[in-house]
């Protein structure tokens, strides 16, 4: 579980880099379950790109 200043390439315990995970705690989410049914509208956050949507995706499904 990241701190809420932690800035790390991990979110969530999904390794989807720096710049994303900063991007995606800056936006207010925390976990996996905060975010929205569809990841895609994540794309407009600078930093979160197709690879970490892809990744977090993955994630999702298999919990």
Do not use: C
Request: hydrophobic residues 35%.
């Amino acid at each position: 579980m990241p701190a809420d200043d932690d800035r790390g390439p991990e979110f969530d315990g999904v390794r989807i880099g720096r710049p994303a995970t900063g991007a995606l705690i800056d936006a207010g989410y925390r976990f996996l379950a905060d975010l929205p049914d569809d990841l895609q509208s994540l794309r407009k956050l600078h930093g979160v790109g197709p690879r970490a949507i892809q990744l977090l995706a993955e994630s999702r499904d298999r919990e």
